[in-house]
Nanobody, 123 residues
C-alpha cells in the first residue's frame, strides 16, 4: 500500500492549510489512520488519528485547531489546519494500518504503512 501526502506549503501564522494523503487501496474496511509530524531536531509526534468507525483523536497541541477526516470514495485522508502557529512547522506524515480499528492515536510502531512526508512552514 502506498501513501502519498500533498498540500504542504509556507503559510503565515493564523492562516489555514489542508493536507491530503492519497491511499493506493480501498479504505472501506476496518482501518486506523493518523497524521504525525516531525520538526527539525525533534522526535516524530502524533497529531491526529481516525478509524473506520469515525472515531477521532487529537494531540492537545492541535485540539480545536486541526480536523482529521477520511473520504473512502476518494481514498484520501485529510488534515485541515486552522490558526496555524510557528510551532506547527514540521514535516507531516500520514500513516495507516489495516483490518484493525484504533484506540486513540496508536504508537508509531503500530502503523504498517507511511507516506514520505510533506513540509509545512509557518512564519
Amino acid at each position: 500500500v502506498q501513501l502519498v501526502e500533498s498540500g504542504g506549503d509556507s503559510v503565515q501564522g493564523g492562516g489555514s492549510l489542508k493536507l491530503s494523503c492519497a491511499v493506493s487501496t480501498y479504505i472501506d474496511a476496518s482501518y486506523c489512520m493518523a497524521w504525525f509530524r516531525q520538526a527539525p531536531g525533534k522526535e516524530r509526534e502524533a497529531v491526529a488519528g481516525i478509524d473506520s468507525r469515525g472515531f477521532r483523536s487529537y494531540a492537545d497541541s492541535v485540539e480545536g485547531r486541526f480536523t482529521i477526516s477520511a473520504d473512502k470514495y476518494k481514498k484520501t485522508l485529510y488534515l485541515q489546519m486552522y490558526n496555524v502557529q510557528p510551532e506547527d512547522t514540521a514535516a507531516y506524515y500520514c500513516a495507516a494500518r489495516w483490518r484493525r480499528i484504533c484506540s486513540g492515536i496508536e504508537p508509531m510502531s503500530q502503523y504498517s504503512d507511511w507516506g514520505q512526508g510533506t513540509q509545512v512552514t509557518v512564519s
